[in-house]
């Protein structure tokens, strides 16, 4: 049997705003050979129940339950990633409710900014757009759904317009996120068994090396335990910074492609390869038990 040398620890499904299920992505994974994927839908795990049922049909697949939450940051984009999660945690439900419920009075805000526009859309255009409803847990809508909905109207040729027009942060309609302080998402994650990850630091936009190293040592302070090296965001020459400062502050190493399906359709499953050597089997296999 060929070695799996490659894994992929940064996916999205329907649970959030990703097009494929959570047993399709698990699928997928399967298809390309992969040695470990986990389903790191935003601020929800409503889809992992589904997706570890499904890996225990992949014998020489690791599934690893995880998440995604926003928290704030002073300048870019701060995203903490979930690995090894006990989906049961009561810390992370309560946190998914808080957040949903911000999602909840979110959508709205936006919906009114395209009324005013002149833009006949409404919720119902929108629910109309979530792909999944068989997810086991109340639905996330997202930008990707306003986005889909928006094209369907013809008020954008496609999702990648809509969110350049209306939805995305330069948009017309864009309603800022809530985000947490970071360290109650890693407080959430720490709970709840996981390894706090940061997620595609190079979104954090610091402006240079020594920016970014008080930054991540900021962080380890709060709790973070790991570093998203490899991501499809990343040039080799960011990878191999990430790999040091990992190394340097005793960071598990991860990474991802950020797979959404057809909401990014230039992002592809296992693309980064991230070599199974960089992150370990036995890290895989810890985060697999948990």
């Not at 097009?19 to 994974?29: C, K, L, N």
């Not at 395209?114 to 996330?140: F, N, S, T, W, Y």
Request: aromatic residues 6%; proline residues 4%; glycine residues 8%.
């Amino acid at each position: 049997m060929t070695e799996r040398r490659f894994c992929d620890l940064h996916t999205h499904s329907t649970a959030s705003d990703g097009t494929y299920s959570p047993a399709e992505v698990i699928d997928a994974a399967e298809r390309l050979g992969l040695s470990a994927v986990a389903l790191t839908d935003h601020d929800t795990v409503v889809g992992l129940a589904t997706a570890t049922e499904r890996a225990t049909a992949h014998a020489a697949l690791t599934f690893i339950p995880g998440i995604e939450i926003s928290a704030r940051w002073p300048d870019g984009t701060l995203h903490i990633l979930g690995l090894g999660i006990d989906a049961a945690s009561p810390d992370l439900a309560e946190l998914a409710d808080y957040l949903r419920a911000c999602r909840n009075e979110r959508n709205p805000k936006m919906l009114g900014k395209l009324q005013a526009q002149g833009l006949e859309i409404d919720m119902d255009d929108v629910h109309a757009c979530l792909l999944d409803r068989k997810a086991a847990g109340p639905d996330i809508v997202s930008r990707v759904h306003l986005a889909e909905a928006l094209r369907r109207k013809g008020y954008a040729k496609d999702r990648r317009e809509a969110f350049e027009k209306y939805v995305g942060q330069d948009g017309s309609a864009y309603v800022e996120k809530e985000r947490l302080a970071p360290s109650k998402a890693i407080a959430a994650i720490v709970a709840a068994g996981g390894t706090a990850v940061l997620a595609h630091p190079v979104q954090l936009r610091c402006g240079n090396n020594a920016q970014l190293e008080r930054a991540v040592h900021d962080l380890v302070d709060l709790g973070l335990g790991g570093i998203e090296a490899y991501h499809s965001d990343h040039r080799p020459e960011q990878t191999r910074l990430y790999l040091d400062l990992a190394r340097r502050f005793g960071l598990a190493v991860a990474g991802g492609s950020d797979f959404h399906g057809f909401g990014k359709p230039d992002v592809k499953l296992g693309r980064p390869r991230v070599p199974v050597s960089a992150v370990g089997r036995e890290q895989l296999t810890t985060w697999a038990r948990r």
